[in-house]
């Protein structure tokens, strides 16, 4: 069976390098050790034992030298460069799709970096077309105990849904410091976010974020993340006591059910239908070309050149041939007539226009004769 991949995504801080490094123990202590993968090219250390790292292909600083580029630029470039190199990537998990049962991939902190770039997505892509994939947002709990907070990073796990188009599980970590229980209620309860909201109004009744317009807003966008939320799968955990992975890792095999029933059924459909449009297109090309081809012979055949004739073939030994339609020709002799020239010998032709010579010549008059012999000999 395919190994389903779980791809990481999470705000800097978030702690998803250590919830990678609790879910790799728990994984081996589960004895199906998971197969990892290290996608940020600017972390000092990884805590884990990376199967594939990006910083055995791209050294981030030598890029940031090289290409003049600041942090978030020799972020993207890494990315770039270690996608040119993706199904190399893709063929070395295969290799292992036997004995692994988990592929779990760390991404970097500037979430943008990855989900905004060009390689960001060719990499989920690969993934996602080769194995079930499943997206793990991490969200730091304890900082997103305020409503507006919340609900902002909400509607980026909402963007990354919408880009990324695979099945996503929030994970709200670091529960040893705040219990995610607020957030599940807010999640599943309009009226308990509300009121959550309202307090938190009073309280901040002097920033401005209690101000008609803001809340407004977040009451609307409340009502549109219900629709989202009821997507997704939520899970609390955390990465320091190991507590709430389990109920993680049923998660991922809920969400990879999901990805079979119906997130491969749509990515088949949008491929065969990629395919389709594709053929479409290869033929309507070739019967483009086929009737340009066409209209091409037409034009030959309305104007000549003289290329068209040099590779006719001579069947007339250089004589031309007469049209049969040809308007009838005035001949110098009469019995030229069909093509008899050729057969004429030199003194016939000779005899014949000396001929004609006197037929058609006048003789001079004797007076105009008279005058030119006189001119000669003087
Ligand atoms: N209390 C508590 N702290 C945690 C937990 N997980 C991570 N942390 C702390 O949160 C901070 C950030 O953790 P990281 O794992 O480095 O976070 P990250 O998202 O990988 O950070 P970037 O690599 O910068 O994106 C560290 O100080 C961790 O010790 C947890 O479950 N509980």
Redesign the pocket.
Known sequence: MAPSTVICI??????????M??LNSHLHAKKTPPYVINL?PA?LKVPFGANIDIRDSVKYKKVMEEYNLGPNGAIVTSLNLFSTKIDQVIKLVEKRSESVQNVII?T???IECFIWSASGAIITEAFASTFPTVVAY?V?TPRNSSPTTFISNMLYACSILYKTKLPMIIVF?????KKADFAKEWMSDFEAFQSALKNDQELNGEDGTSSGYMSSLVNSMSLMLEEFYSQLDVVG?????GEGFDEFLSAVDNKVDEYNEYYKAERDRILKKKEEDEKKRQAKSLNKLMKDMDLKDKQNKDTEVLSDYEDEEDDNNGEVVRDEDEPEREYTFPEDRNSEVNEHTDADLQARYQAAFDQTSKSASTDTAEKIAAYIRR
């Open positions: 999470g705000m800097a801080g978030s702690g998803k390098t250590t919830f490094q609790r940020d972390v760390d970097p902190g500037q991490i730091d970590n670091k529960t040893d410091v955990v955390s990465s320091y006591t």
